[in-house]
């Protein structure tokens, strides 16, 4: 446990050296790097305690990876920090997936949030641990223990009410910060928030490695395999009553939508750029809805036929979902969320196939196969040049129809730079004094990135703009 317990404090040091005011970049896949070689000792001590069940949960070290390799080649500002989230929840999966696997959605969703949360209870004997084994290493005393552990407890009271002090009285706090910039500039701020950042580090992937060994392998399941069941005339009449509200409707949009008929006293146009968000949301809730039907106490062959003719008309509502999303965006142009929108819809479309394979057999392991497909989808999309195809087709729209946002694609990311660079030498756009000097702004933002920060779609902005701002 000491080695584990100095890779945990090196990985922090070395965390706040990459990112402490620093942008997003190379520096992600330098962290992943070393994280996941750390891990793999973990696991190793997982594999030796006859901990791991799965090894299917170790393919998530692919999106893990590739997720990574997207802060390096793209610049987009919402996968940038969404996409944070998306790779601490995947270390959450693959720990669950190769230590607790299961196909049922409640015991899933505990246990996804027990090893997200639960490690802030454990966070004191995780501290006494580390204790332990650095005074051992130390080779201190029964006192010299004691000391240690006083100083763990003391500290971070005296690091608190400092700050408070300093926050509550300016005079104090200015000798305190003279006193810091005489080492090289140092000031007190800069020290404090990163010491919070290396003890946030610290404290939060300790305290999960000595939850996940010492607590939850341990843990009781307390779902049973006699999951509460649904009356299925209940589930019979649901399906009825809504494959029923689905015929009527889908005959509507495949009338409207594709034969252009009864719209008599409606602008088609105005009809088709409608409603595309609410048929996403039904899409997903008839999913929910065809989960729970195999909850039923009898799997009868007529609510098998129900579901399957639900699976069919949900397919017709996403493509009517997907045409009413392409008249808008042909409309008003390409913005990420729409072009998310599309997305989903097509995730949706795909997860109707082992949907309608666990209709018909509700033995195989739906959840499995939901979190594939999503990942896949998700990866893909990370790795492609959202905000380089936006701009692009909504310059090529300005072109046909001359209507274009300008003041949409100047956003935070650089991907789209080199699109920009070409509209503002487009002698008959408006907006040029607008374009050259967001693209003088951006310049100076990134010109003087530093070797962790470095992107490749930075590195090209910067290349693409010295062309453009320099004739």
């Not at 069940?53 to 919402?78: A, K, Q, T, V, W």
């Not at 057999?361 to 990370?382: A, D, E």
């Not at 072109?399 to 503002?424: A, F, M």
């Amino acid at each position: 446990m000491i080695n584990l317990i100095f890779s945990i404090l090196i990985l922090s040091f070395y965390h706040s050296f990459l990112f402490y005011h620093n942008q997003l970049g190379f520096n992600i896949l330098l962290f992943i790097i070393p994280l996941l070689i750390f891990l793999y000792n973990v696991f190793f001590i997982f594999d030796r305690k006859r901990m791991i069940h799965n090894r299917f949960g170790l393919l998530f070290l692919i999106p893990i990876i590739l997720l990574s390799i997207s802060y390096f080649i793209y610049d987009n500002y919402f996968f940038q920090w969404f996409n944070i989230i998306i790779i601490t929840l995947t270390f959450f999966l693959m720990y669950l997936f190769t230590i607790k696997p299961t196909s049922y959605f409640s015991t899933f969703l505990s246990n996804l949030w027990k090893i997200a949360f639960y490690p802030f209870s454990y966070f004191e004997k995780y501290y006494k641990l580390a204790t332990e084994a650095i005074s051992s290493f130390l080779k201190l005393s029964d006192f010299g223990k004691r000391k240690m552990k006083s100083i763990i407890v003391v500290l971070p009271i005296i690091i608190i009410v400092f700050l408070l002090l300093s926050s509550a009285d300016v005079i104090f706090s200015s000798i305190f910060d003279h006193f810091f910039k005489l080492f090289k500039g140092l000031s007190f701020d800069n020290i404090f928030s990163r010491g919070i950042q290396i003890a946030i580090i610290f404290t939060y992937l300790g305290s999960s490695i000595y939850y996940i060994l010492y607590v939850f392998t341990k843990e009781k399941e307390k779902q049973s395999k006699e999951d509460k069941k649904i009356d299925h005339y209940t589930i019979k009449i649901l399906l009825i009553s809504l494959n029923v509200l689905y015929v009527i409707f889908d005959f509507i949009q495949i009338r409207s939508l594709i034969f252009h008929q009864g719209l008599k006293h409606i602008h088609y146009a105005e009809y088709a750029r409608s409603g595309f968000f609410q048929l996403m949301f039904i899409s997903l809730i008839n999913i929910i809805i065809l989960l729970l039907s195999k909850k039923a106490d009898k799997d009868t062959n007529f609510n098998k036929m129900m579901s399957s003719i639900m699976i069919f008309l949900t397919f017709i509502i996403i493509i009517s979902s997907f045409m009413r999303m392409y008249m808008y965006e042909s409309a008003y142009g390409y913005t990420l969320l729409r072009l998310l929108v599309y997305i989903i819809l097509i995730t949706e479309a795909i997860l109707l196939i082992p949907t309608f394979i666990y209709v018909l057999n509700p033995k195989i392991n739906i959840l499995k196969y939901y979190i594939v497909i999503v990942y896949i989808v998700y990866t893909l999309l990370s790795l492609s040049p959202v905000d380089s195809f936006i701009a692009k087709n909504n310059v090529e729209r300005y072109y046909k129809k001359g209507k274009i946002d300008v003041y949409y694609l100047l956003n935070s990311s650089t991907d789209n730079i080199p699109i920009l660079c070409d509209l503002y030498q487009d002698e008959n756009i408006e907006q040029k004094e607008l374009l050259r000097s967001y693209l003088q702004n951006t310049y100076n933002e990134i010109k003087n990135d530093s070797l962790v920060e470095f992107n490749l779609s930075r590195n090209r902005a910067v290349k693409e703009i010295e062309k453009v701002i320099t004739k």
